[in-house]
């Protein structure tokens, strides 16, 4: 795998034709082209090279996890597209440690994907998942394609293609993928087959799947041994959270509340404060749709205090829908909504 120009990733654009899964043979043509590629440079790739690629995937993911997508995303981009390139491209001395190598690769693809996405900038998240897919493929590192089919079945449903999003999310728990991940990471990808399949209209193997990603997250080991970076975030407030959109979109705004705010009470906001605001976000916008408006007022200002400094178009999405819902009150001078409408709109001014 050699990684595309930058200049062509950055400009594409999403398609949900091009969301659809490769055929079976791939998978094995893939892993056997990248065992019989040529070195492109006589550099020669050390355990170390990848170590360096590992500690910039858990940099980046922990300032995404804190800033948002749109903080440090072109740093991150450029080493890709610069040292990592450079990195695959080099003689690589043993099978294993290509696998390494173009695994950590694929892991940092993800997460330029994920930021992407975050940001707002959907083609271009595409494209690096696809790239990470095909990464994963190369490297023959199954939980890693699962890991990164789930993040665009995320994609997907968020935009509104719940067919596309389903056929990801059930790829993603399909055999290997699923298999041979760790128990914390099957929770991840079983509750956004859940998301999927809530969004698609399928209540009860929905349900089933939530049920079974609660499961699979209580027998996740408590030390954390051998699990892959990738899912650290990975715990009780991030279940909690999609499990709630999966009850919303089921139309279960009382359970969707409930879960929501488990999500806010163990959350380590300070360490997630992107992830925190828009759970926020998200929690006051199901307390409105019920009715309770002072409740909702109340979930925003926190929403508001928790986006200082975040840099995310998802975090700016929620706070575009709550002076949606505002929007009828602004009439209504000194009124707590009509105050909290005007600072939303001073804070989308800083929000990236």
């Known amino acids: ?38 070195p492109l440079s006589r550099d020669r790739v050390t355990s170390a090279h990848v170590e360096a690629v590992r500690d910039t995937h858990a940099l980046y993911s922990r300032s995404d996890q804190r800033l948002g997508g749109r903080a440090g995303r072109a740093a991150l981009t450029a080493y890709l597209h610069t040292d990592v390139a450079g990195y695959l491209g080099a003689r690589i001395p043993s ?3 290509r696998k390494e190598l173009m695994s950590a690769a694929g892991e940092l693809a993800y997460l330029a994907g994920w930021m992407s996405f975050d940001s707002g900038e959907h083609g271009q998240a595409q494209a690096y998942f696809r ?11 199954a939980p890693l394609a699962g890991h990164v089919l789930r993040a665009m079945a995320h994609q997907a449903v968020d935009l509104g293609h719940p067919v596309r999003a389903l056929d990801l999310a059930g790829a993603s728990v399909d055999q290997r ?33 939530l049920r079974r990603a609660e499961d699979d997250l209580r027998h996740a080991p408590a030390d954390r041994d051998g699990e892959p970076g990738r899912v650290y975030f990975f715990g009780e407030a991030s279940l909690a959270h999609e499990t709630a959109c999966a009850l919303r979109d089921l139309g279960d705004l009382t359970g969707a509340e409930k879960e929501f705010r488990r999500s806010v009470r163990t959350r380590r906001a300070a360490q997630h404060a992107r992830t ?47 002076r949606s819902t505002l929007s009828p009150l602004r009439g209504r001078g000194g009124s707590m909504a009509v105050k909290l409408d005007q600072r939303a709109r001073d804070v989308l001014l800083n929000v990236g």
């Open 276 to 322: 925190h605001a828009v759970t926020l976000g998200y929690l006051g916008a199901v307390q409105a749709r019920q009715g309770h408006l002072d409740a909702a007022c109340d979930t925003w200002n926190q929403a508001l205090d928790a986006m200082t400094g975040v840099q995310s178009k998802r975090a700016r999405d929620t706070v575009v829908q709550m």
């Open 1 to 38: 795998m050699i990684i595309a120009e930058k200049t062509s990733l950055a400009t594409s654009t999403y398609s949900a034709a091009g969301a659809a899964l490769p055929p079976d043979t791939w998978w094995d043509q893939t892993l056997a082209e990248s065992q019989a590629r040529r």
């Open 177 to 209: 993928r699923f298999t041979e991940a760790h128990p914390r990471e099957r929770a991840l990808l079983g509750v956004v087959h859940a998301k999927a399949l809530a969004a698609a209209g399928q209540k009860k193997p929905a349900l089933a799947a």
């Open 95 to 97: 099978e294993q440690l």
């Open 131 to 141: 790239l990470a897919v095909q990464m994963a493929a190369e490297a023959d590192d």
